[in-house]
């Protein structure tokens, strides 16, 4: 008899398989997507809750009705999608960040539904700085966005994280570029 697939699948990534990995290996191993997608989460302590929603947005589309030997890429678009994503818990100022950050969002008038999702997985894991550098190189659509408020923000939230410890290097440029971008008339 086997260990359970939450079991198994602790054992795939101590073992250095990658999310995407574990999955086809418990999908091709058991033959049932939704419990080998949702062992994967269990073992990377994604709470079942959680888990359970990530799973139910994509549930019809992926894993309802799997083809034969598609385990590793539909391992792959899990891990894309982020069913995966470790949730990291923020600190207060890592809130206020993500704060200023959905300030800006709505500030660009639109954001492609790509860039949307991107930033929502960076939120997700903590990657604040891929989220701050990201916005920084977009900018306001023309006809319905607010150019100030949209750069202002950036420039609030650089600031918080180039006051973090070690802050990236690259927050300081696009710091810079904020500053300019928000002394424009």
Not at 46 to 51: H, M, T, V, Y
Not at 73 to 95: M, N, R, S
Not at 115 to 139: E, P
Not at 146 to 160: F, K, N
């Amino acid at each position: 008899m086997l260990p359970p697939l939450p079991t198994l699948a602790r054992h795939a990534l101590a073992r250095g398989l990658t999310p995407a990995e574990a999955y086809a290996l418990l999908a091709r191993r058991c033959g049932r997507p939704l419990p080998a997608a949702r062992a994967v989460c269990l073992a990377l302590d994604i709470p079942l809750a959680e888990a359970t929603r990530r799973l139910d947005d994509c549930h019809d589309a992926l894993l309802a009705d799997p083809r034969p030997g598609s385990e590793a890429d539909t391992g792959e678009l899990l891990e894309a999608l982020g069913v995966f994503d470790i949730p990291k818990t923020l600190t207060p100022t890592g809130l206020a960040i993500v704060d200023l950050f959905l300030t800006a969002i709505d500030a660009m008038g639109g954001i492609r539904a790509g860039h949307q999702h991107g930033l929502a997985r960076w939120f997700t894991t903590g990657n604040l700085t891929a989220a701050y550098l990201s916005l920084t190189a977009a900018r306001p659509l023309p006809a319905t966005g607010d150019p100030t408020r949209y750069w202002t923000t950036l420039v609030t939230a650089g600031e918080l994280l180039a006051a973090e410890p070690a802050p990236d290097p690259r927050i300081k440029l696009a710091l810079t570029r904020c500053h300019t971008q928000a002394a424009r008339p």
